[in-house]
């Protein structure tokens, strides 16, 4: 009896039988197979060596055939063998070539994740160093300018906390307010509709022309504040078209007004050095604030609406209780001579915005007293800063007729405006959404801070505006100009 292996069809000379399939097999091969494949080859079901039955059969010799040792037959088997080798080896180019194609797309793969990991590092490192630069860069300037017990004043820690609280409760405001405009919020085409529907001359004196400052009251946007360079002040009513009070008490041109939010009062600031603090109803000064040695070039109110930042041509920043006219703090950059033209609170209160001459934009953390960031980029005296109501931009303009829009979360310029034959723009006012942006120089422009889009250009004054501001829900725009005028903009009723 003869049997044949299931894998190679021959006589095998070590006979085994899987007790799975029951095939027949030649030891070697069956083995071999098992260590590679862990089965059965002939139903693939999982069989192991210790399983295998060893056949014990008489070994017989076949005998080739006759026809095998002829020259015919030798030359067929030794073909058969080439075909198989040359097949074998077919096989194996195809096999490397596979394995090349993963290699590649493997090192590819490697390829990538370095480059996004060198990325992620490039950003971590970026913003590592953005976090460094809001560290604290100078040291106090207190004792150098002769300001110790200031320090001892803003440091209170009551103080402290009643700032952080207002910040807070502003922050959390905020972001309920400007997730949703008004309803009555005045629409981006209604903007581009707007008309000069009024032209009022007669606020000031005509013998020395000019109004340099305005501001609208939160109580009644009707109410609006100017100073000019006749060195008064004016509140009118624009409804009644009646002036309301008339300010007077400065040796020179009254350069910022601000309309208090909450009292019926009026802080104006002027050239001859003071601040001065009015009383509507008597039109008189109850405090009168003596902070600075050079003329004063900005007010801003915190929005705490108890007290004032001042910037002045004698290189200081002040913060000062209008109630009381102490000042708390007086800080400026002592490295480098330049005059502080602009300065603003941001929403939150906790840090301010100066400008200066020398073209910087300089931010100041107020409860730490230190210089925490400076913007780059004008090549002229910075004129004008706002920050926007959603607390994350920053607009800056200079006399080089640039507008620059700052990411303050980023600490870059995203935006640059660049104004009709560079023309320096002399004032910036955001509307209190902080969907609308308004620029003044030679004429007066209104932008739309989502898209950035040009919605109305007023051209009406005859010299130089100098200031502008938004209405309530940005019903109408009021604007002032050194041809003696205040000019309201809006629908025409």
């Not at 490697?110 to 992620?120: E, K, P």
């Not at 108890?306 to 490295?335: M, R, V």
């Not at 100098?466 to 050194?482: C, E, H, P, R």
Request: net charge negative; aromatic share 8%; hydrophobic share 35%.
């Amino acid at each position: 009896m003869s049997v044949i292996c299931s894998l190679s069809n021959e006589v095998p000379e070590i006979p085994v039988v899987s007790p799975l399939s029951g095939a027949v097999f030649e030891k070697r091969l069956i083995v071999k197979y098992i260590q590679e494949n862990g089965a059965d080859p002939i139903n693939g079901q999982e069989l192991r060596e210790d399983q295998l039955i060893e056949l014990k059969i008489p070994l017989t010799v076949k005998p080739k055939p006759p026809t095998f040792t002829s020259i015919p037959s030798i030359l067929k088997t030794l073909q058969d063998e080439w075909d198989a080798v040359m097949l074998n080896s077919y096989e194996v180019r195809k096999q490397l070539q596979i394995a090349k194609q993963e290699l590649s797309n493997s090192l590819y793969h490697h390829d990538a994740a370095c480059r996004v990991i060198s990325r992620l590092n490039n950003e971590l490192d970026a913003a590592r160093e953005a976090l460094a630069t809001l560290k604290p860069k100078y040291e106090s300037n207190n004792k150098q300018n002769g300001h110790d017990n200031n320090e001892t004043e803003i440091s209170d820690q009551v103080f402290i906390e009643k700032l952080q609280a207002k910040a807070n409760e502003l922050t959390a405001s905020r972001k309920k307010r400007t997730k949703k405009l008004p309803d009555n919020f005045t629409s981006a085409d209604s903007i581009g509709n707007f008309k000069t529907v009024n032209s009022f001359t007669g606020l000031h004196s005509a013998s020395i022309p000019g109004i340099l400052a305005l501001d609208i009251s939160n109580l009644d946007d009707n109410l609006i504040v100017t100073g000019g360079n006749d060195k008064t002040a004016v509140v009118f009513n624009k409804e009644t078209e009646q002036i309301v009070a008339t300010f007077k008490g400065h040796t020179k041109k009254v350069s910022s007004v601000i309309y208090h939010p909450n009292e019926k009062s009026i802080i104006t600031a002027s050239s001859d050095t003071t601040i001065r603090v009015w009383n509507i109803a008597s039109a008189e000064s109850d405090i009168v604030l003596k902070l600075h040695d050079g003329p004063i070039t900005s007010i801003c109110l915190h929005p705490l609406n108890d007290y004032i930042l001042s910037t002045s041509t004698d290189e200081l920043w002040a913060f000062s209780d209008i109630n009381s006219g102490k000042c708390l703090l007086k800080l400026g950059d002592t490295t480098n001579k330049h005059i502080l033209t602009t300065a603003q609170f941001h929403p939150d209160g906790m840090i301010l915005g100066c400008g200066t001459s020398d073209s910087l934009i300089k931010i100041w953390d107020l409860k730490d007293k230190t210089n925490v960031a400076n913007f780059p980029g004008h090549s002229g005296s910075i004129t004008s800063l706002k920050f926007s109501e959603n607390g994350y931009h920053l607009a800056t303009s200079s006399t080089d007729g640039e507008i620059k829009l700052w990411d303050l979360r980023k600490l870059e310029n995203f935006k640059t405006i660049t104004s009709e034959n560079n023309y320096p723009v002399n004032k910036l006012s955001f509307d209190y959404s902080g969907f609308y942006l308004a620029i003044a120089g030679n004429d007066i422009q209104v932008y739309q801070t989502k898209k950035w889009d040009n919605l109305k250009v007023f051209a009406d004054h005859t010299s130089a505006v100098t200031d502008v501001k938004f209405g309530k829900n940005a019903a109408y725009i009021a604007s002032t100009g050194l041809d003696r005028s205040l000019k309201i903009y809006k629908l025409d009723d």
